[in-house]
């Protein structure tokens, strides 16, 4: 069963590395939705296509938008130790005690994941289904990379440990080698969230305690694996990229103890609770109206926003 879903959600979906990758991105949303209670299930079943390849229009946006990247991470180990309690959870109160400056320069994606539950939650109870899907695949991004451990660190790719790339060794390259083949997604289903701002902090928290170990063991398996044998070279969107090897990949992924799989099941979960949860608070609303009816003008403009970027054979994301 879980083959027949990967098949279904790659046949005609093209990805690039990113932001947890652009696959895993994409698998993330996809699965969510599987999540869902049966009053969600048909809605989100017939988009669930866009629902995934839209997952990645952040990552789109991040170096064209202003202000867009810092919605992707906090780095939450500038604001003193582990669990951060000099750091106030509300966003106010952050800004007053640090500025507005350095709040945003710093990142702001737990913050931004809540103003997108609220505007999720707006559009289901103005039932308007073009934003309904909008902002449920986006904040799908978010919350997942929340869940992302350098996400929650200023040494995001290892630029402080001489460690590049590392970044994409955990959440792009590892889901690439394993996830369709070893990973485990069939979860269970959605929660209602009392308290979603404590749920979200609670998950970046998380990810700040396992940064640590993403970098140590990293750089111990380093210093102990042939550096012929770390990398090798691929063709990506047309152009020759340097890898990190399937056997260092593996390597890596083994030392880890199955925290990239961890991650990625929880950032499922913790989706499809969102989803959830906005939809619940905006009073349950019936979206079988919705399910029967066609969208062209808003989602169109997705899409080519979409195609603009597939276009683009420059860098992608860290």
């Given at each position: ?298 989602l169109a403009s997705t899409d080519s ?14």
């Open positions: 069963m879980k083959q027949l879903f990967i098949s279904v959600l790659l046949c005609g979906i093209t990805y690039q590395a990113g932001s947890w990758g652009f696959y895993a991105h994409r698998w993330i949303n996809y699965y969510a939705v599987f999540l869902l209670p049966p009053d969600m299930f048909g809605f989100y079943k017939q988009h669930i296509h866009h629902l995934a390849t839209h997952a990645t229009d952040p990552d789109s946006r991040r170096y064209v938008v202003a202000g867009e990247a810092p919605r992707h991470y906090i780095d939450i180990d500038l604001y003193g130790t582990y669990p951060y309690t000099e750091l106030p959870r509300n966003m106010d109160s952050a800004i007053a005690r640090y500025s507005a400056d350095t709040v945003q320069t710093r990142g702001i994606v737990p913050w931004h994941i809540l103003r997108m539950k609220q505007r999720l939650t707006a559009a289901f109870r103005d039932k308007q289904p073009e934003l309904i899907l909008k902002y449920s695949a986006e904040i799908g991004h978010y919350i997942a990379d929340a869940h992302v451990p350098l996400h929650t660190s200023h040494n995001h790719n290892g630029q402080y440990t001489n460690q590049h790339g590392i970044h994409g060794l955990w959440e792009s390259s590892i889901p690439e080698l394993l996830a369709e083949k070893e990973f485990d997604f069939f979860i269970g289903k959605a929660e209602y969230l009392p308290n979603a701002d404590s749920f979200i902090w609670a998950r970046v928290l998380e990810s700040a305690a396992a940064s640590d170990s993403v970098l140590t063991f990293e750089k111990r398996l380093s210093e102990r694996f042939n550096p012929s044998m770390r990398y090798n070279f691929e063709e990506r969107n047309g152009k020759t990229v340097r890898q990190f090897s399937a056997a260092y990949t593996r390597a890596y992924h083994n030392s880890l103890n199955g925290m990239v799989e961890r991650r990625m099941r929880l950032a499922v979960y913790s989706i499809a609770c969102f989803w959830y949860t906005a939809w619940a608070d905006a009073g349950q609303p019936s979206l079988k109206e919705l399910t029967s009816q066609k969208y062209t003008t808003s926003l979409q195609k603009a970027w597939l276009q683009d054979t420059g860098n992608g994301c860290d």
